[in-house]
């Protein structure tokens, strides 16, 4: 499993991309419509994605960037052994002295 992590910058947020929603809790709470693009290739940074607004096409100003983030794949590594590892590993010799 690949996870995206990286950064946004929220300055670059166009302010009027942000909704502001009353929520059914009773707190109002501001969104961005959002978009993850996989880069056609790699940036220098090593970045595989970058985040967007989405506005609509009526709210898009010609010239605008809506990039505001940049995202790189990070894949974790298992460190313990497999089923596999373990069916293959040596037996301990019941003489050994174990520490427990």
């Known amino acids: 499993m690949a996870i995206l992590s990286g950064s946004i910058c929220l ?7 942000m909704k502001k929603v009353m929520c059914k809790d009773g707190v109002e709470r501001i969104y961005v419509n959002v978009a993850v693009i996989e880069r056609k290739e790699k940036s220098q940074f090593g970045h595989t994605h970058f ?3 989405s506005p609509k ?3 898009r100003i010609e010239g605008k960037s809506y990039i505001f ?5 990070f894949i974790p590594q ?5 089923s596999e590892d373990i ?7 019941p003489a050994d002295d174990l520490p427990f």
């Open 11 to 17: 300055s670059e947020i166009p302010r009027e991309q």
């Open 51 to 53: 985040i967007t607004c």
């Open 57 to 59: 096409k009526e709210e």
């Open 69 to 73: 983030g940049d995202l790189k794949e």
């Open 78 to 82: 298992n460190t313990s052994p497999t």
């Open 87 to 93: 069916n293959n590993a040596p037996s301990i010799d």
